[in-house]
């Protein structure tokens, strides 16, 4: 019995960095696809939501002993249980992509704000 819940935690830690490293290689290669020197705010919007949909967690089972990525929880809830019980784990996904887009409009205005301050000291320094 107790050789059971030891092989079952190995599994569920081995699969949490299995899905990570995945996500990890698709958040790279999408990070380079949406490098967008024309329109910034898209390529941090983008970025922010794609981010949140893949990394935000939920319980996986209603009783909260373990956790599983939300949009997983969200299909197999629908799929297995109904769109109503889907619900349970739509409000903190929709709670981290709102959060993700605040952070990254204040990250394109701290970045716009430095890149200008830069340009500016690089006019002045030209103009010297």
Same mark, same amino acid.
């Given at each position: 019995?107790?050789?059971?819940?030891?092989?079952?935690?190995?599994?569920?830690?081995?699969?949490?960095?299995?899905?990570?490293?995945?996500?990890?290689? =698709?958040?790279?290669?999408?990070?380079?696809?949406?490098? =967008?020197?024309?329109?910034?705010?898209?390529?941090?919007?983008?970025?922010?939501?794609?981010?949140?949909?893949?990394?935000?967690?939920?319980?996986?089972?209603?009783?909260?002993?373990?956790?599983?990525?939300?949009?997983?929880?969200?299909?197999?809830?629908?799929?297995?249980?109904?769109?109503?019980?889907?619900?349970?784990?739509?409000?903190?996904?929709?709670?981290?992509?709102?959060?993700?887009?605040?952070?990254?409009?204040?990250?394109? =205005?701290?970045?716009?704000?430095?890149?200008?301050?830069?340009?500016?000291?690089?006019?002045?320094?030209?103009?010297?």
């Amino acid at each position: 019995m107790g050789q059971c819940i030891v092989e079952s935690a190995t599994n569920y830690w081995l699969i949490w960095l299995v899905y990570l490293g995945a996500s990890a290689i =698709f958040l790279t290669l999408f990070w380079r696809m949406t490098r =967008f020197s024309q329109a910034r705010w898209l390529s941090y919007s983008l970025r922010a939501v794609t981010v949140a949909i893949i990394l935000t967690p939920w319980y996986a089972n209603p009783r909260g002993d373990s956790f599983a990525p939300a949009l997983v929880v969200i299909l197999l809830d629908a799929i297995t249980i109904g769109g109503s019980a889907a619900a349970r784990a739509v409000v903190p996904l929709i709670l981290a992509v709102i959060l993700a887009l605040l952070v990254a409009v204040i990250a394109l =205005f701290l970045n716009t704000k430095i890149k200008i301050n830069i340009d500016k000291k690089q006019i002045d320094k030209d103009n010297t």
